[in-house]
């Protein structure tokens, strides 16, 4: 009789295979070539968000958080253009709000420009309600109903804000007001930092880094009109 044969078993755990890996002068290649490429990002990353792609309007809209200094060059945009009215946007105020005069950004700036000499009956105000995030959003919504409910045949707009807030603001608006709305965008330098080399004070690096963040969360995450 021939001998029963054993059956073997082997429970292998790990196997031996052939991996490529760079050379030194492939990971110097790899590192100037990513390098390079941090250099174009900063180089270019705050011309990309301070987007400035005006378009012929009569309807000029201010976010009512600016600066005083963006106010003046807001007017100064007013004369130059063709407008009819300037529309001014904002929140209520985070700070202050019981002891202000103007509860909210709007109105806030809407005051100031009549200070600067504006005309009261080319101006208006168009707070926005308060609300915990996407107030960018809200804002551009508030303005729609604003602008459905005026009786206004308005169908191009310019939007004025500042710095790297504008490629934001831009598609955020334009998001809010397609299709009856086309929606250009200036947007004004910001004095805080020096714009050409951002990354050497915190205040750029800062402004720059949460800009990026908020514009892919708006381009990518946000919300459907």
Same mark, same amino acid.
């Given at each position: ?5 054993r ?7 790990i ?44 309807? !000029? =809209?201010?976010?009512?958080w &600016? ?6 060059? $807001? #007017? +100064?945009?007013?004369? *130059? ?11 209520p ?15 806030l ?24 995030k ?36 831009? !598609? =955020?608006?334009?998001?809010? &007001? ?6 250009? $965008? #200036? +947007?004004v330098?910001? *004095? ?26 708006a381009r ?6």
């Amino acid at each position: 009789m021939q001998p029963k044969k054993r059956l073997k078993f082997r429970i292998q755990l790990i196997q031996r295979r052939e991996v490529w890996l760079p050379t030194l002068q492939g990971w110097a290649v790899i590192f100037l070539s990513l390098l390079m490429m941090l250099g174009w990002a900063i180089a270019n990353i705050h011309p990309f968000l301070a987007v400035t792609a005006p378009i012929p309007a009569n309807i !000029l =809209v201010v976010e009512g958080w &600016l600066p005083d200094y963006a106010v003046e060059e $807001a #007017i +100064a945009e007013y004369q *130059r253009g063709s407008y009819e009215k300037l529309i001014t946007t904002g929140t209520p105020l985070s700070r202050g709000y019981y002891l202000a005069e103007y509860k909210n950004f709007a109105e806030l700036t809407a005051a100031t420009f009549l200070a600067l000499g504006f005309d009261p009956k080319q101006l208006v105000a168009v707070p926005t309600p308060k609300v915990e995030k996407d107030r960018t959003y809200t804002s551009a919504v508030t303005l729609r109903k604003w602008l459905s409910a005026s009786g206004l045949r308005i169908t191009d707009v310019n939007l004025f804000t500042l710095g790297t807030h504008t490629r934001r603001s831009w !598609l =955020v608006f334009r998001q809010a &007001l397609a299709p009856t709305v086309h929606v250009g $965008a #200036i +947007a004004v330098e910001p *004095r805080a930092y020096d714009v050409e080399h951002w990354w050497r004070s915190s205040e750029g690096v800062r402004t720059v880094i949460s800009e990026v963040i908020a514009y892919l969360y708006a381009r990518f995450v946000s919300w459907k009109t």
